[in-house]
């Protein structure tokens, strides 16, 4: 659901790697967005916008439906995430009507026996979980249409943490190494989230304006992110300086790649960064493929990180 235009001007365009195929998935009407990895299996698992579903890919190159068309009432699947220690899935979906958003769900699955464990929703529109990342027992969830910040917990449930003008289409968010904050993307820019005291800080590079950012995941001291709604699309890494309240610099590391149909988000998994190279979201539209002679295998593409 990244249908706004966004600009990102990096640093230093210079590619690190050429991408290599981790694998390709037949189910060419997929229109594929969340993508997340559990290491202990080493499978990874994949959300389905068009089918409301999730497939798991195990490592030998199996595939399987984790979750079937609109089970346990599913919506358009967008991010998801593993909680290797508890062995967890948790999964953004939202039920849409006319291009809006009317119900935003969060499922909470089990790995073991793939049973559903729990559910919340809000039944209103003017929301959409976009994004998700759990650590340390702490679950938030990105609410683009609503500029907000969502928590679940085991006292209060789902519940509002932060609004802001500043979260304006939030999107990707991760926590950082201590799980003390979390670091978000928006139309604004993107920013680190004191958790405790809930102060927003514009995280910087100077000289350059950094903002629409599709997905957040924490390497080393770097984050990483997708560029899908400016030209060239591109997967980048923003390295932070010694404090990390900005960036020192940024580098790209995919860039215009003939594979791309609207990169989505992606997974890092023994130093390399999975992602979806073509979501093919452009050819979906109100629930509906648009042309379906123009879907492709989706390509799943992954780069070395250091």
Same mark, same amino acid.
């Given at each position: 659901?990244?249908? +706004?235009?966004?600009?990102?001007?990096?640093?230093?365009?210079?590619?690190?790697?050429?991408?290599?195929?981790?694998?390709?998935?037949?189910?060419? #009407?997929?229109?594929?967005? #969340?993508?997340?990895?559990?290491?202990?299996?080493?499978?990874?698992?994949?959300?389905?916008?068009?089918?409301?579903?999730?497939?798991?890919?195990?490592?030998?190159?199996?595939?399987?439906?984790?979750?079937?068309?609109?089970?346990?009432?599913? #919506?358009?699947?967008?991010? +998801?995430?593993?909680?290797?220690?508890?062995?967890?899935?948790?999964?953004?979906?939202?039920?849409?009507?006319?291009?809006?958003?009317?119900?935003?769900?969060?499922?909470?699955?089990?790995?073991?026996?793939?049973?559903?464990?729990?559910?919340?929703?809000?039944?209103?529109?003017?929301?959409?979980?976009?994004?998700?990342?759990?650590?340390?027992?702490?679950?938030?969830?990105?609410?683009? %249409?609503?500029?907000?910040?969502?928590?679940?917990?085991?006292?209060?449930?789902?519940?509002? &943490?932060?609004?802001?003008?500043?979260?304006?289409?939030?999107? =990707?968010?991760?926590?950082?190494?201590?799980?003390?904050?979390?670091?978000?993307?928006? &139309?604004? =820019?993107?920013?680190?989230?004191?958790?405790?005291?809930?102060?927003?800080?514009?995280?910087?590079?100077?000289?350059?304006?950094?903002?629409?950012? %599709?997905?957040?995941?924490? &390497?080393?001291?770097?984050?990483?992110?997708?560029?899908?709604?400016?030209?060239?699309?591109?997967?980048?890494?923003?390295?932070?300086?010694?404090?990390?309240?900005?960036?020192?610099?940024?580098?790209?590391?995919?860039?215009?790649?003939?594979?791309?149909?609207?990169?989505?988000?992606?997974?890092?998994? %023994?130093?390399?960064?999975?992602?979806?190279?073509?979501?093919?979201? #452009?050819?979906?539209?109100?629930?509906?493929?648009?042309?379906?002679?123009?879907?492709?295998?989706?390509?799943?593409?992954?780069?070395?990180?250091?």
């Amino acid at each position: 659901m990244k249908n +706004l235009l966004f600009l990102l001007i990096i640093a230093q365009t210079q590619l690190f790697a050429q991408p290599e195929v981790a694998f390709m998935l037949n189910d060419r #009407g997929l229109i594929p967005e #969340g993508l997340t990895y559990n290491p202990l299996e080493k499978a990874f698992f994949i959300g389905s916008i068009n089918k409301h579903k999730i497939l798991k890919i195990f490592d030998d190159g199996r595939v399987v439906d984790f979750a079937s068309p609109r089970q346990d009432g599913l #919506g358009e699947v967008l991010g +998801l995430k593993v909680d290797s220690s508890n062995q967890h899935l948790w999964v953004c979906s939202n039920e849409i009507q006319d291009g809006v958003a009317v119900r935003s769900m969060i499922h909470q699955y089990s790995l073991e026996d793939y049973k559903l464990i729990q559910k919340f929703q809000l039944n209103e529109k003017g929301h959409l979980f976009n994004d998700i990342d759990v650590a340390a027992g702490q679950v938030f969830i990105t609410d683009s %249409d609503a500029n907000s910040i969502y928590q679940v917990s085991r006292e209060n449930g789902l519940q509002l &943490f932060l609004k802001d003008e500043r979260l304006t289409y939030c999107n =990707g968010l991760a926590f950082n190494s201590n799980a003390r904050k979390l670091f978000v993307s928006s &139309f604004t =820019g993107l920013y680190s989230l004191d958790i405790k005291t809930k102060k927003l800080d514009r995280l910087r590079l100077t000289g350059y304006h950094l903002f629409g950012v %599709d997905g957040l995941y924490l &390497f080393k001291n770097s984050l990483v992110g997708i560029q899908n709604t400016s030209f060239p699309e591109s997967v980048n890494q923003y390295l932070f300086n010694e404090k990390q309240d900005g960036f020192s610099s940024a580098r790209t590391l995919v860039a215009a790649d003939h594979r791309f149909d609207v990169p989505t988000t992606g997974a890092i998994a %023994d130093g390399w960064f999975y992602f979806i190279a073509n979501s093919q979201m #452009g050819n979906f539209e109100n629930g509906t493929i648009k042309d379906i002679s123009k879907l492709k295998e989706v390509v799943i593409l992954k780069v070395k990180l250091r």
